[in-house]
Antibody, heavy 127, light 107 residues
Framework: EVQVVQSGAEVKKPGESLRISCKGS????????IGWVRQMPGKGLEWMGT?????????????RYSPSFQGQVTISGDKSVSTVYLQWSSLRASDTAMYYC???????????????WGQGTMVTVSS | DIQMTQSPSSLSASVGDRVTLTCRAS??????LAWYQQKPGKVPKLLIY???TLQSGVPSRFSGSGSGTDFTLTISSLQPEDVATYYC?????????FGGGTKVEIK
């Protein structure tokens, strides 16, 4: 079964760092782009960015960010464990949201719909 | 960047009604448009891609149309299980922007 499984809910304080994860299984991980989507409480979906973990050398990857999130988060991955990450260096209360990872529908397609979604990771930032 | 605008923001209709949701792109995006359904408290689900292609397993009462800047999602006969918020997303090029959503309720 093709799936992407996310890490569990997090409660953090402002200023703390955080990395959440998304593990792909049931398909060739290095053939598909995976993206991150934010949903703030009671609000709509926001595309944050996507990453492709190429099948070549360890540094062979490509990442695209929304202008709204560029510099605010870091998207990375580790193909050896079929996992991508979303990372913050200094959290703010406004980062409180549900974060979804989702795999593109078609292999190697950078510009594509999200065909497989993770279950979501709730991040709460509060003092 | 291209903006995606959905209308209406919410609607209420009776079971069995034909419902039409609209998504408009600020510039042409060919047919690179997807529709998602998000039921309350649930994960979004892909309904339609390439503007009009039904994702496997999606009921045939859902259909999509359009190209360029104007797109529609139609539910031919609204069912109670269709209560959800529907989002469009353009994917011709990054950023892969979502529309603001249309909330569908039963009257």
């Amino acid at each position: 079964e093709v799936q992407v499984v996310q890490s569990g809910a997090e409660v953090k304080k402002p200023g703390e760092s955080l990395r959440i994860s998304c593990k792909g299984s049931g398909y060739s991980f290095t053939n598909y782009w995976i993206g991150w989507v934010r949903q703030m409480p009671g609000k709509g979906l926001e595309w944050m960015g996507t990453i492709w973990m190429g099948s070549g050398s360890p540094g062979d990857s490509d990442t695209r960010y929304s202008p709204s999130f560029q510099g605010q988060v870091t998207i990375s991955g580790d193909k050896s464990v079929s996992t991508v990450y979303l990372q913050w260096s200094s959290l703010r209360a406004s980062d409180t949201a549900m974060y979804y990872c989702a795999r593109h529908k078609y292999s190697t397609s950078a510009d594509d719909a999200f065909g497989v979604w993770g279950q979501g990771t709730m991040v709460t930032v509060s003092s | 960047d291209i903006q995606m605008t959905q209308s209406p923001s919410s609607l209420s209709a009776s079971v069995g009604d034909r419902v039409t949701l609209t998504c408009r792109a600020s510039q042409g995006i060919s047919n690179s448009l997807a529709w998602y359904q998000q039921k309350p408290g649930k994960v979004p689900k892909l309904l339609i891609y390439a503007a009009s292609t039904l994702q496997s397993g999606v009921p045939s009462r859902f259909s999509g149309s359009g190209s360029g800047t104007d797109f529609t999602l139609t539910i031919s006969s609204l069912q109670p299980e269709d209560v959800a918020t529907y989002y469009c997303q353009k994917y011709n090029s990054a950023p892969l922007t979502f529309g603001g959503g249309t909330k569908v309720e039963i009257k």
